[in-house]
């Protein structure tokens, strides 16, 4: 399975921004997803997940009522929209496919992952 992340970029502070993942394979259309991001010099972070129906999304603190994940399981797309963004918002962000259904916060549990894309927010 691939995966193929668009939409990153160089924002403001205070802008907004919209990833999208696309997977090549239809067999995970109904596996959890999820959102994580790198800052340099940091460990990989959860930042939002979402279930097999898209009914409950789950979020980092840090992104709680800025971030919104949703999916498409006709396409068997992700996306993440992204709105008030602040200069700790800059990091490498990739999309996951997890091993089952439910919502996962671990990266443990997540079995494909995209390549990343680049998200800069300046001051």
């Known amino acids: 399975v691939q995966l193929q992340a668009f939409g990153g970029g160089l924002v403001q502070a205070g802008g907004s921004l919209r990833l999208s993942c696309a997977a090549s394979?239809?067999?995970?259309?109904?596996?959890?997803k999820g959102w994580f991001r790198q800052a340099p010099g940091k460990d990989r972070e959860f930042v939002a997940a979402?279930?097999?129906?898209?009914?409950?999304?789950d979020y980092a603190d840090s992104v709680k009522g800025r971030f919104t994940i949703s999916r498409d399981n006709v396409k068997n797309t992700v996306t993440l929209q992204m709105n008030s963004l602040k200069p700790e918002d800059t990091a490498v962000y990739s999309c996951?496919?997890?091993?089952?259904?439910?919502?996962?916060?671990?990266?443990?549990?997540?079995?494909?992952w995209g390549q990343g894309t680049q998200v800069t927010v300046s001051s």
């Open positions: 996951a496919i997890g091993t089952g259904k439910g919502l996962f916060r671990e990266s443990s549990l997540y079995e494909y």
């Open positions: 979402i279930n097999y129906n898209g009914r409950s999304p």
């Open positions: 394979d239809g067999a995970t259309r109904y596996y959890a």
